[in-house]
């Protein structure tokens, strides 16, 4: 998948899954900041690229440890997103937290382009 692809499926299917698991996933508000920082014209490329990959991981039905098993699901997508959020935690910021957590507090949150 090019760089591109994955930058449109992210932006396709992000809130779906959000939508889907969001409440049997604990660190839910760190992947929507990560999503909003994904968008920010202010994140620097290396940045995007590896908060791209994660959601990505996050995303795709193929995972380690398929989601939809009881308890397990989430625990590769935890130690991908734990270890993306130590690598970009520069540049995560509070207006990030501020926008998932008021995307979340939305029914219907869309992307912000």
Known sequence: MEPAEKDSFVKENFWGKVKKFGEKIPF????VAMY????????PLKAKASITLALVYFISP???IPDFIAALGFTDDIGIIATTLLLIKTQLKEEHYEQAEAALKNENPKAEN
Do not use: F
């Open 62 to 64: 193929i995972d380690a």
């Open 28 to 31: 839910l508000k760190d992947v």
């Open 36 to 43: 909003y920082c994904l968008l920010d014209e202010k994140t």
